[in-house]
Structures are given as C-alpha cells and as structure tokens.
C-alpha cells in the first residue's frame, strides 16, 4: 500500500507562513490525486485542497483559497502545502491523502492517509 509521511508543522505566530511536506512511498506517486485534510480539536475532519496526478488542476476549500497552495514533485515523490497569513483558525492536525480517482473534496475518495502533522498558530 501506498504510504505517506507528513512532516513541517510546528507553532507560529498568526500571520506567518508555513510549508508542509508529504513523502510518499510504496506507490506511482505520479498516478495519485493527492490531498490536504485537516482535523482541529473537538471538529470533523475538512478539506483543505487537492491536486491533479499532473499538477495542473486543483481544488480548494472557499476558506483556504488565496492563502493555501498545493503543488507536487513527482521526482521527488512529494506534495506540498504552502501556508500563508495563518491564522489561529488554522490551528489543526494536517493530513496528507492519496487517491487513484479523481480531484474530491470527500474524504471517502482518499484511500491512503498519513499519521498527521500538528499546526498551531498563536494569537
């Protein structure tokens, strides 16, 4: 099975930005749709964004648009999620996902799932 490993979370002030890193292994990374979910404290899991096998389309949550950004390295196997002007609402654990379908806001669409990066953006 596909394995993914999330890592660049940490605490910052709102604000500022953040990268957010996802290593993927066991799979055809170039072959997945991979996403960004994040779950905070006491809420259900959410969409964040998705990106295409190619990179060249990509879907966001309206909350997230104009300050997160998706993109992926298939060479070296990794997607990234750029953050920028956190803030605490942002708060959360960051979940990277791979799917073998299509772009989907779902959480049923993602097969494959991370252990989670915790975010933490102080006020």
């Known amino acids: 099975q596909v394995q993914l490993v999330e890592s660049g979370g940490g605490l910052v002030q709102a604000g500022d930005s953040l990268t957010l890193s996802c290593a993927a292994s066991?799979?055809?990374?170039?072959?997945?749709?991979m996403g960004w979910f994040r779950q905070a404290q006491g809420s259900e899991r959410e969409f964040v964004g998705c990106?295409?096998?190619?990179?060249?389309?990509?879907l966001y949550a309206e909350s997230v648009k104009g300050r997160l950004t998706i993109s992926r390295d298939n060479v070296k196997n990794t997607v990234y999620l750029q953050m920028n002007s956190l803030k605490p609402e942002d708060t959360a654990v960051y979940y990277c996902?791979?799917?073998?379908?299509?772009?989907?806001?779902?959480?049923?669409?993602?097969?494959?799932w991370g252990q989670g990066t915790q975010v933490a953006v102080s006020s």
């Open positions: 996902a791979a799917s073998t379908f299509l772009l989907s806001e779902r959480r049923s669409t993602y097969t494959y």
């Open positions: 066991g799979g055809t990374f170039s072959r997945l749709v």
């Open positions: 990106i295409s096998w190619s990179g060249e389309k990509t």
